[in-house]
Structures are given as C-alpha cells and as structure tokens.
C-alpha cells in the first residue's frame, strides 16, 4: 500500500490498535503474516475466502472446459500445434477475467481494507462500499483494474498451458505419467509464469486498492510501472512475489492434477 502513502519509504499497512488507526511499515512476507495476525487473529488470513470461493469455484470450472474445448476442437485447424497451448489458455482467461472482475474488485476491497469499529469487514458492508463507488462513477467502475489483470493473468496462463504441456510431453517421453506427472509440471510451470508476470501482478492490486479509496486518477499500464520504478525502484515490481509463489506453485499442481485424474475417471467410466 506504498502507492497511498507516497511520502513514507517503504510497505505500510494501516492498523486498527485500540481504538488508534496507526500505520507500520511491513518488511516482507513473514513480517506482514505477523501484523495480521496481531492485528486480527489467525482467522485474519482467511480474510474474503468466501468471496474468494465465490469467485474461484464457477470461475476455474468454466476457464478450464474452456480451455479443454479450445486446445481440443477450435484452435488446432487454425493454429501450429506448438503454439496452441499458449492461445489457448490466453483467450480463456481473457474471457473468464471480463466475467469475473467485478466480483475480483470485491475479493481486493475485503481483504485490503484495515479492520476497525466503523468497518467491520463482512461482506455486506463492501457490497454497500462497491455500490456507494458505482452510483457515484458509474458501472464502469466495476471493471477498473480489469487492464492490468489482463496484463498479468492472460500471459500467465498462456505462459502456464504451454509450459505445462511441455513438461508434460517430456516426461511422457520418459514413460512418466499420472495425477503425479500432472501436479510437478503444473506447479513447476505456475512457478516460472508466476516470476514473468509478478510486476503486473503488482500494479493490478495497486490500481484496484487505490481505486477503492475513491481515487479517479488514471493509471496507465506502462506509466504506472515506471512511476513505480522511479519512486521505489524494480524491486518494488517483485514485491509479494514469496507468497504469490507459496500460494500458485501447488494451487496449479492441485488443480491440473485433479482436473486430468477427474478426466481420466469419467473417460474411463464411459468406457
């Protein structure tokens, strides 16, 4: 949350601590986990899940049968067969994105928002905060913040879908296969796209945290990444990267693993 405090060096976090608002500096993942906790208790963590779930369960069901349906029956007459993976998997989650970034707006609200009396955080108080924001910028606001998510989540998961096919047909070709082979190429693949692609991870969750104070100011993609630069420096581009690689590494195992064993049971059972 450097971007609104711009003239304090360093992360800052904004806690409610006895009745104070108060601000901290955070240095690093570890640190954060501690402020929270502190702040707010284990159950902290787990902070917007429910929205989270909101989002996530209808979201990857219909992103990954749309990607299955691209890779399968409507890319491969267009396109050479190395380079179908990685569109696939990009016009998916540009669909899905569109669909899901109001309700992504949301998720960022309830979990950046500082505890305290007067916002006690449950979700009903962040859909009067979202319709509060839309009545007064119009149903367009719903959608700010849908330029860098592109940015950072149409790459990743064209950059994920072919490295993880290829890692796949690698270890095919040594005679490895199964729920296991699916898991280490997912999260060996979700891993190096989460690295390319963290700098826009940065700016998507700084436009739509801004955004949620009310801010108008626009903020360009490419501006906003050097303004970042020049102010906190590259680093600044890669900062949550060790939780975005705790948290993607085996959610993209999982979720790849579970999607080729269901796969291969209702093939099978169909057989």
């Known amino acids: 949350m450097s971007s609104l405090a711009p003239s304090l060096e360093g992360d800052i976090v904004c806690i409610w601590d006895h009745g104070v608002m108060r601000t901290e500096r955070v240095n690093g993942f570890f640190d954060a986990f501690r402020h929270v906790v502190r702040a707010e208790g284990i159950p902290g963590l787990w902070k917007g899940a429910g929205t989270t779930l909101l989002i996530g369960v209808p979201s990857s069901t219909c992103y990954m049968l749309t990607y299955d349906h691209l890779l399968k029956v409507t890319l491969p007459p267009l396109l050479p067969a190395p380079v179908v993976p990685l569109f696939s998997g990009m016009l ?23 505890l305290s009396p007067d916002n006690p955080h449950t979700l009903r108080s962040v859909l009067a905060s979202v319709r509060g924001l839309t009545r007064a910028h119009g149903p367009r606001y719903l959608w700010r913040g849908l330029g860098p998510t592109l940015w950072r989540d149409v790459p990743f998961s064209g950059l994920y879908w072919l490295g993880y096919e290829t890692i796949k047909a690698a270890f ?27 700098p826009f991870d940065v700016m998507k969750t700084r436009r739509q945290a801004v955004s949620m104070q009310g801010s108008t100011a626009k903020n360009a993609t490419f501006p906003l990444m050097m303004q970042i630069i020049q102010n906190e420096g590259v680093s600044a581009l890669y900062a949550g990267i060790l939780p975005r690689i705790v948290k993607i590494a085996p959610a993209c195992g999982i979720m790849i693993a579970c999607f080729e064993g269901v796969g291969k049971m209702l093939t099978t059972e169909e057989s």
Not at 172 to 198: D, H, Y
């Open 92 to 114: 998916a989650r540009t669909m899905m994105s569109s669909i899901m970034s109001p309700l992504e707006l949301v998720r960022t609200n309830l979990q950046s928002t500082p």
């Open 172 to 198: 095919a070709r040594q005679g490895a296969a199964g729920p296991q082979v699916a898991f280490a190429s997912g999260a060996i693949s979700g891993t190096t796209a989460a690295l390319l692609t963290s």
